[in-house]
């Protein structure tokens, strides 16, 4: 690991202030667990490391009876085993629970989970100069890619979008609030993210003097849910998750909001998937069709058709779920 010069500002002010205009020279730290593994890596080599942790106006949930508001240093744990959370936006709480093991998200945070690097093998090995890292190829392209995306058109990447919590909150309609030299502003979180194609470039939207400080979810009375598939149940990425969130009356569902992870660069709002259900009756027909809809425009890469049918499962698993259907696949 590369020397650096470590900072722990208190105020959000006091960070900025520290913060460059390019990326690389200085990095923030939260929870530490993609940063650390990043400079042990040697992917990341910062003279600079600026602490968060110790920006208390950065932490907390505060809930009200139009929205919630999420500091972005507080940790997964919390998020996961918030009561009101667990009532209102059960996506996020699934999702945010089901994030690598007890140690992860005791230390992970939302704005961490949500700003990380993508965890392709190419682009972790320092011996791989990638797109990504100032070469002019997507080794994933040509070679070991069964983890990477089937969403790809346009894309020099292939890499998936690591967030976990993104996809529930974007189906959720949430919104980050960040702050930069200039003063604080409003991003949607469906805008948050972009699909990296330099050295030049990070998976979201930031510029690298701005911090992220927060996130709101609006309570408009949405059902939502959060289904993975994954190889294993403990400490593993998924292999394909779908986050949904709709408007329930009379068994009939509107404003459909589905959301796909870890099978873009970014996280794949699938239109398709939400108008082959808004409107109709949830039931395992209509979601299975929302399902086979949320494969619409998948190119696979030689090694990952096989996430081709997991979305279709997904999707409809989580449509279920969100509608309070008998969960069969666990009887």
Known sequence: MRN?????????????????????????????????????????????????????????????ASAITIGAGTKLAEIAEHPRLRDTVPALTTAAGEIGGPQIRNMGTLGGNLCQRNRCWYFRDEHVSC????????????????????????????MVHPSTLAPALIALGATAQVQGPQGSRTIELAKFFQAPSSAGQREHVLAPNEVVLSVTIPLVGLQNASYEVRHKQSYDWPLVQAAVAFKLDAGRA???????????????????????????????????AAGKAATEGAKPLSQNGYKVKLVEVAVKRAILTAAHRKKYWEV
């Open 4 to 64: 650096f010069t470590y900072y722990r500002p208190e105020t959000v002010a006091q960070a900025v202030a520290l913060l460059e205009t390019k990326w690389g020279p200085t990095e923030l730290l939260a929870g530490g667990t993609d940063l650390l593994d990043l400079q042990k890596e040697y992917v990341a080599q910062p003279e600079r490391v600026v602490s968060l942790t110790g920006i208390r106006e950065l932490s907390g949930i505060k809930v009200d």
């Open 131 to 158: 797109c990504l890292k100032g070469g002019n190829k997507c080794y994933a392209l040509d070679g070991e890619n069964q983890y990477h995306a089937i969403f790809t058109q346009g894309h020099k990447c292939v």
């Open 254 to 288: 509107s404003d459909v909001r589905v959301v796909l992870g870890h099978v873009a660069p970014t996280p794949h709002i699938a239109a398709a998937a939400a108008k082959a259900l808004e409107g109709k009756e949830v039931t395992e027909v209509t979601a299975a």
